[in-house]
Structure formats: C-alpha cells, structure tokens
C-alpha cells in the first residue's frame, strides 16, 4: 500500500491539470470518445442549475425557481510529471449552456464531434467555439448505416472557416480519438490564436 | 438517461424550506444508501445552511475552478461526522486532486464541491496547491502533443 508513504512525501510532484472540451449534439459520441483515450473509466459528477421556470410551468403568473442536474462526464490523460490532460465532454442538450462558459475557460482547445445524420445538432458547438475563440476541430464520427460524406462536404455545410480542421473518426477507436486529438493540438501551436497565448 | 432520473429530486430540493433539509439529513442518509443513483439532494444540508458556503459557489467569488488543486492540510477529525461531506473529501485529498475529480468521488455536484472546498480552504483544512513546474502555454501544448502521440 502506498498510502502510508504518500503522507510522509509532501513533496510530491503536482501537475499542472489542463483540459480539452469534447462538444457535439446529443448522441454524437462525445462519452465514447472520452471514454476511448482516458486512462481511467470517465468519472461523472454533476452540476445543478437554477432557472427561472415562469412561462415554462403554469404557475397562476408566479415566477418560480426550479433546479435542475446535469451530468457532466470527463476522462483523464496523464500525458508525463508535470501535465495531465482532462478531457471533458459536454452536456448533449441544449438547455445545458450555462456550463459551457466555465468548460471553455482555460482550455486547450475543443473537438466538435459531428454526426452526419444529424448534422444540425453541432451547430451550436460550432458557433459557441467560433465566437469564444477557442480553437477547435471539427471531427466527423462516422456511424454505421450513415451515408460517408467527404470533408468538404461536410466542411462546406457546417460553413467553418477554412483553417479549421475537419477530420474523419471513429469515437470507438482509440487511435482515431488520439488523431483526432493530435489534430487539435498541432491545429492550436500553429493557429496561435491571440485568446490562447499568456 | 441519468439527467432525467435527477431532473425531479432536484426540483423537489428547491420546493422545500432548507430547515426541513437540515432536521432530515439523517433520514436522507439512509435514503442515499437505500436507493444508490437515486439519492436525495440537500443542497443546504451539503453546505450546512452556510450562507457563506452559498456566496462562494461561483467559480468567480471562489478563485476555485473544476482543475484547481487542493490537498488535505489536517485528518478528518471527531466533529466530521455532522459534515461527512467534509470528511469525505478531506480522505480523498490525501494527494492534490483537481475540485472536479473530488465532486466524481463523493458524488456531488461540482458546484456544491467547490463551495465546501473553497470553505474548508479558508478554514485550514484544505490546501490549495499549484503545479510543481509552472509552464508556458507553448510547453504544455507541446509537452501534450508528444503525450497524445505516444499514448
């Protein structure tokens, strides 16, 4: 047991904990993902949200506050001593914004898992990443009994600018979840967006 | 879908008054061991009706986010056992653990956790603790390539 041991070594080494968002709709893949190149099976834990629920329920015109949870699952790479990378998928639906805000901050980067039967659901990703300046990846998940469309294709009907790269996977596969990964991070050292820097 | 078998604890929580929350804890206990996933929410009981506790929940007020570091500076003592939250956590901070891994492991939300994690840091009973080797933005992004690459 090493517990005894951890006690008496406070000098540790401490990592620095840095993270990658894994976005996309409802269904695309995003736990599988995780789940696929995580060192560890993805833990999830949640997050309660209060909203204001007047119009929503017929409360006689009484404005009420309801909460609600949300789940949120993430996955672990220890990449050496110094650097361990949390990948964090994000809540499927879209009344679950409210989270994306502090998943964003801070983080490497994303990937927008894009499922092309339904390609319309990773639009918000898209745009949320666009207009935050997070540098992302678009990466087609491909389904079985789905047509298999090319990049551009796909490129041209999520309208994402072209330094955005848009990639091929398959969430269930290890190594196509570490490509796409390795897209990401070589897509955000040569973008040197302003936002990442500092 | 888990989000769906919590939807309506949740909203059950907000409808009663926080002292019936607080009376009950050790009935909801027995409730969280009786039905596993389908534990109930006691968002005061969680921060002891601490308004304190409240005021700290956001990453803003709290300089807490989900990757922030913090280790045990005590053991978990005698008094815990009114706030098993807080025992629970302090047993599972025995090494630095980001605020999000300690919310997975005592099953509760993140916010929650790191209300009572910015708390117990302001007491003593948390450290807080930064990485050993600060680096760049450039060297972690290149330290994580050649990590992914060799994965």
């Known amino acids: 047991m090493a517990s005894a041991d951890s006690e008496t070594r406070p000098q540790e080494a401490i990592p620095q904990a840095v993270k990658i968002i894994i976005a996309g709709g409802f269904g695309a893949g995003k736990t599988t993902l995780v789940a696929s190149v995580s060192e560890i099976t993805p833990l999830s834990t949640e997050e309660v949200m209060t909203e204001a629920s007047y119009g929503v329920d017929d409360t006689g015109g009484v404005e009420q506050k309801t909460t609600t949870t949300v789940a949120l699952d993430f996955g672990r790479i220890t990449i050496n001593d110094d650097v361990v990378l949390y990948l964090f998928g994000t809540p499927g639906q879209d009344r679950f914004w409210f989270m994306w805000d502090e998943l964003a901050e801070g983080a490497l980067g994303a990937v927008v898992l894009a499922d092309t039967r339904r390609l319309d659901t990773c639009f918000h990703a898209v745009d949320f990443f666009e207009r935050r300046g997070v540098p992302f990846v678009v990466a087609v998940n491909r389904f079985e009994g789905s047509t298999v469309y090319r990049e551009e294709e796909v490129r041209e009907a999520l309208d994402v600018s072209a330094e955005v790269p848009v990639v091929l996977a398959d969430a269930r596969e290890r190594e196509s979840c570490k490509e796409v990964l390795v897209e990401l991070v070589t897509h955000v050292i040569r973008g040197r967006n302003p936002v990442m820097s500092g | ?151």
Request: glycine share 10%; aromatic share 4%; with cysteine.
């Open chain 2, 1 to 151: 879908m888990r989000t769906d078998g919590v939807h309506g604890r949740g909203a059950a929580a907000s409808a009663l008054p926080e002292e019936v929350f607080r009376r009950s804890e050790p009935d909801a206990r027995s409730h969280d061991e009786e039905f596993g996933q389908e534990r109930f929410l006691r968002p005061f009981a969680v921060t002891a009706g601490d308004p304190d506790a409240h005021a700290v929940l956001g990453p803003e007020s709290s300089g807490l986010d989900m990757l922030s570091l913090v280790v045990a500076a005590r053991v978990p003592g005698r008094h815990e056992w009114l706030r098993p939250e807080r025992g629970a956590i302090l047993g599972h901070a025995l090494r630095a653990r980001t605020v999000v891994e300690l919310a997975a492991e005592v099953r509760l939300p993140v916010g929650q956790v790191r209300g009572i994690v910015a708390a117990m840091v302001a007491d003593g009973s948390l450290q807080r603790c930064g990485p050993s080797r600060s680096l760049g933005r450039q060297d972690i992004l290149h330290a994580v390539l050649v990590g992914l690459r060799s994965l």
